[in-house]
């Protein structure tokens, strides 16, 4: 895949504060519409959004975008595993990671960011979170994502992703 096929999407979203802010989101163009689809519901159902920029405002550092609990696109990285390297959906533009923070990925008791330890235990419901039926999750569900917080050795909370 080429940078030719990336697209910067500029999104408005439902802030913490209870106001109306603009974003961008970088991804693949075939997804492009149906990512505008999902931030478009978020935003009329009010589902908060802390911060949303792409990588390059965090030097291409994923821990240091997911420290800040901003939402992300596209990052030219391999996936976070323990097997070989392999490149990570989002290297394709094809998957977004959401309020980072309020949505820990959970890998070997080692919570990413530091930060999302508050929300391991995932009830009460907090604003922000994704959970089963929740507004973040039936959005992606409506355009065909998967969500990583159904992967039972190493939940994903945040993560979204397409084929």
């Given at each position: ?7 910067r999407l500029s999104l408005e979203y ?29 935003r009329a159902e009010r589902f908060p ?44 533009g094809k998957a977004i990671d959401v ?65």
């Amino acid at each position: 895949m080429g940078a030719d096929q990336l697209r910067r999407l500029s999104l408005e979203y439902w802030g913490f504060d209870d106001q109306g802010h603009t974003g961008a989101l970088v991804v693949h163009a075939s997804v492009a519409s149906a990512v505008v689809t999902v931030f478009d519901r978020l935003r009329a159902e009010r589902f908060p959004i802390r911060r949303m920029e792409p990588i390059d405002a965090f030097n291409g550092s994923d821990e240091t975008s997911m420290d800040a609990d901003n939402t992300s696109g596209f990052n030219c990285r391999y996936a976070v595993a323990d097997r070989p390297p392999r490149w990570s959906r989002h290297a394709y533009g094809k998957a977004i990671d959401v309020n980072p923070v309020e949505n820990p990925y959970l890998q070997g008791g080692k919570v990413q960011p530091p930060a999302g330890g508050a929300f391991v235990d995932r009830s009460p419901y907090r604003p922000g979170m994704a959970v089963p039926g929740g507004a973040l999750v039936n959005a992606f569900a409506s355009v065909g994502w998967s969500w990583g917080g159904r992967w039972p050795a190493t939940p994903d909370y945040q993560h979204f992703e397409t084929g």
